[in-house]
Nanobody
Framework: VQLVESGGGLVQAGGSLRLSCAASGFIFDDYGIGWFRQAPGKEREGVACISSSDSTTYYADSVKGRFTISSDNAKNTASLQMNSLKPEDTAVYYC?????????????????WGQGTLVTVSS
């Protein structure tokens, strides 16, 4: 199981970024793909998740209306469009295949995390 994140960077508050996740080594349609983040000194938290089987999406309250998750099952990829970014969105963002999509629990099926991609939002 391998998922590789990309697309992070430095952006001013109010700006946008689009994160990408390339997945391999498992049957994409069998799992949800979630985005999780970990800010310095804080625990990892769920941000958004999409069920690959029916494209149902789930969002943390803190990002609803600002972030949009999508997936392309043909390409085994997922994306997170982040708009109206806030300084509190600053974190390392990770994608993961999960069976806990609706609950946004940071519990990847692989049992480990990739390197993630750093998002820094300046005020």
């Amino acid at each position: 199981v391998q998922l590789v994140e990309s697309g992070g960077g430095l952006v001013q508050a109010g700006g946008s970024l689009r994160l990408s996740c390339a997945a391999s080594g498992f049957i994409f349609d069998d799992y949800g793909i979630g985005w999780f983040r970990q800010a310095p000194g804080k625990e990892r938290e769920g941000v958004a998740c999409i069920s690959s089987s029916d494209s149902t999406t789930y969002y943390a309250d803190s990002v609803k209306g600002r972030f949009t998750i999508s997936s392309d099952n043909a390409k085994n990829t997922a994306s997170l469009q982040m708009n109206s970014l806030k300084p509190e969105d600053t974190a390392v963002y990770y994608c993961a295949a999960t069976v806990s999509c609706a609950l946004l629990i940071p519990n990847p099926i692989s049992g480990s995390w990739g390197q993630g991609t750093l998002v820094t939002v300046s005020s």
